[in-house]
C-alpha cells in the first residue's frame, strides 16, 4: 500500500470520526435530556438544548464553507473541532439552563463547520467511481452514530451522569484532530473571495428573532404582546434584507443560483421539509418514555434504537441504490415509509406497549434513513468540484434551519397542548387538587420523584404529556407529506458519479501529498 494511499486512508477515517462525533451529539443528549431537566429545572427551555446548538451551527455552516474555499478547509475543520470540544466540555460543568443553553451555542459554532467540511473534503480525496460507496458510508455512520448515541446516552446518564454525555465527545474529537491535523495536507493554492458579512449580519438575527418570537409568545409574552409582534416584525424585515441583499451579493452566503438546478433545489426542500420532522420524533419520545411509560433513560434509549437501527439499515442501501433508480423513486418511497411512521406514533396512548413504540420507531427509521446519504448525493452531484464546497455547505445548512424551526415550532405546540390539557384533566376538582395542575412537571421524568407522586395525580399528568406528545406528532405529519411532495419536484435524475481531484476553487487536491 502506498504511502498516499495510506494517508488518504487515515484522513477519511478521521472525518468520519468527526462526522460520527457530530452526529451523534443530537441523539445523545436527546436521551439524556429528562435527567438534564430534572436536576437543572426549566422545562419550559427544554427546546434550547437542541435549539441553542442548532442554531449556532446552522448560522456557522454558509460561513464556514466560504471561509473553507478562500483561506483551506483543513484551519476550519480543525478550528471548528477545537470550538466543538470546547462546547463539549463546558456543557458538563452547567449548573442551570440557561448556562447550558449557552455552552451549546458554543458547541454549535465548532459543530457548523465539521459536517460540510468534511463531506466536501472527503468528496475531494476519494475517486469518482467512489463516491457513491463513500455516500452510503456517510448514511452508515450517521446510522451508527444514532445507535451508539442513545445506547450511550442512556448508559451514561443511568449509571454516570448526564455531564458525561457532553465529556464522550473528547476523546473521540481528539482522535479525529490527529489523523486530521498530521495526515490532511491540502493544496497551498486559494481562491481570493469576498465574505458576505452584510448577508451574515441580516441572516442571523433573523433566526434568533424568529425563534424568540417563536419560544416565548404564549409562554414569558403574549401572542399579542409588543414583544412577540416585534420579534416577528425584525425577523420579518431582516429575512428580506437578506434576500435582497444575496440578490446582490458577489459571492453569497447562501448561494440562490444553485437552485435554478431542479435537482438541487427539490433535494434541499425535501431535505427541510424532512429535517424537521424527524428532529420532533427524536426529541419527544424519550420524553414519552420517561414522563409517560415511567421509563429511565436507559429505556428512552432502547426505545430509540429501533428508529436508528432502522435508519443505519436503509441509509447505506439508499447510497447504493441511488445509482440504480432515480431520486425521486427512492425518496418517495422512503418519505411515504417515513410519514405512515410519524402517524403510527401519534397513535400512542398512555396504555401504549413498550412494543408498539418499537415497532413504530423501526417504520420512522428505515423510512428517514435514505435520506441521509441521498439527499446529499443528490445536492452534491449536480456540480463540479469548484462548486461542490458551496453545495455541501448550502445542503447543510438549509436542513439545519429545518430542524431548528421545527424544534421550536413544535415545541411551542407541544408546550400549549401540555397547559390546556392540565386545564382540563384538573376541572372540577377541589381548588387542593386543582393546584396540583402547577407542580412541576419535571417530576415526571425522574424515576425517584416520580414515586412519590400520587397515582390519582400521576395518571393526570401523564395523560396531558401523552396528548401533548401525540398531538404534536400528528402535527408533524405536515412537513412530512410536503417534503413525499417535493419529492416530484426532483425529477427522474439518478447518482452518475463524480468528478474527481478538484477542490472549491478548480485546484488540485490529493488530500494526503507526501
Not at 504511502?3 to 487515515?10: E, Q, V
Request: glycine fraction near 12%.
Amino acid at each position: 500500500m502506498s504511502d498516499k494511499t495510506t494517508r488518504i486512508g487515515f484522513v477519511v477515517a478521521g472525518l468520519l470520526l468527526g462526522i460520527f462525533v457530530s452526529a451523534m451529539d443530537n441523539t445523545i443528549v436527546a436521551t439524556a435530556t429528562g435527567n438534564i431537566v430534572s436536576h437543572l429545572g426549566g422545562i419550559d427551555k427544554i427546546v434550547w438544548i437542541t435549539a441553542a446548538y442548532l442554531v449556532t451551527e446552522m448560522a456557522g455552516m454558509p460561513i464556514f464553507g466560504k471561509l473553507s474555499d478562500m483561506y483551506g478547509r483543513k484551519r476550519f475543520f480543525v478550528f471548528g473541532l477545537v470550538v466543538f470540544l470546547l462546547g463539549s466540555m463546558l456543557c458538563g460543568t452547567a449548573q442551570n439552563m440557561d448556562q447550558l443553553a449557552i455552552y451549546r451555542a458554543v458547541q454549535g459554532i465548532g459543530g457548523g463547520a465539521l459536517m460540510p467540511i468534511a463531506f466536501t473534503i472527503i468528496f475531494d480525496v476519494v475517486p469518482r467511481e467512489k463516491a457513491g460507496r463513500f455516500s452510503g458510508m456517510f448514511g452508515a455512520v450517521f446510522g451508527i452514530a444514532s445507535i451508539f448515541g442513545p445506547l450511550l446516552g442512556s448508559y451514561i446518564t443511568e449509571h454516570l451522569s448526564w455531564r458525561w454525555v457532553f465529556y464522550i465527545n473528547v476523546p473521540v474529537g481528539i482522535l479525529t484532530f490527529i489523523f486530521v491535523f498530521f495526515f490532511y495536507h491540502e493544496s497551498k493554492q486559494h481562491m481570493k473571495q469576498n465574505v458576505d458579512w452584510l448577508g451574515i449580519i441580516t441572516l442571523v438575527p433573523a433566526i434568533v428573532c424568529l425563534m424568540f418570537a417563536l419560544e416565548f409568545g404564549g409562554n414569558k409574552y403574549a401572542w399579542n404582546s409588543t414583544q412577540i409582534i416585534g420579534g416577528f416584525v425584525v425577523a420579518g424585515v431582516l429575512f428580506t434584507l437578506f434576500l435582497l441583499v444575496e440578490s446582490k451579493a458577489k459571492e453569497p452566503v447562501v448561494s440562490f443560483h444553485m437552485f435554478r438546478n431542479r435537482v438541487f433545489a427539490g433535494s434541499n426542500m425535501v431535505g427541510i421539509l424532512t429535517g424537521s420532522a424527524y428532529i420532533v420524533a427524536v426529541i419527544y419520545i424519550p420524553i414519552y418514555i420517561q414522563g409517560v411509560l415511567g421509563g429511565s433513560a436507559i429505556n428512552a434509549g432502547l426505545e430509540l434504537l429501533p428508529m436508528m437501527l432502522g435508519s443505519s439499515i436503509t441509509a447505506p442501501l439508499g447510497g447504493m441504490l441511488a445509482n440504480k433508480m432515480s431520486y425521486r423513486n427512492l425518496l418517495f418511497s422512503s418519505c411515504l415509509v417515513f410519514a405512515g411512521g410519524l402517524y403510527l406514533l401519534s397513535t400512542l396512548t398512555p396504555t401504549s406497549s413498550t412494543f408498539e413504540v418499537m415497532a413504530y420507531m423501526t417504520v420512522v427509521g428505515l423510512g428517514i434513513g435514505p435520506s441521509f446519504s441521498v439527499i446529499g448525493m443528490a445536492s452534491m452531484s449536480e456540480f463540479d468540484a469548484r462548486q461542490r464546497g458551496a453545495a455541501s455547505s448550502t445542503n447543510s445548512f438549509v436542513r439545519e434551519l429545518g430542524m431548528t424551526v421545527g424544534i421550536v415550532v413544535f415545541g411551542v405546540i407541544q408546550k400549549d397542548v401540555f397547559q390546556n390539557q392540565l386545564k382540563s384533566q384538573f376541572a372540577g376538582l377541589s381548588s387542593k387538587m386543582q393546584g396540583m395542575q402547577n407542580m412541576d412537571p419535571r417530576s415526571m421524568l425522574a424515576p425517584e420523584t416520580r414515586a412519590q407522586i400520587p397515582g390519582f395525580i400521576l395518571d393526570k399528568l401523564s395523560a396531558a404529556l401523552s396528548y401533548s406528545v401525540t398531538h404534536s406528532i400528528l402535527w408533524d405529519l405536515i412537513p412530512a407529506l410536503m417534503g413525499l411532495a417535493a419529492v416530484f419536484w426532483i425529477g427522474n435524475a439518478r447518482f452518475r458519479g463524480m468528478e474527481f481531484g478538484g477542490n472549491a476553487h478548480g485546484k488540485q487536491v490529493d488530500g494526503a501529498e507526501s
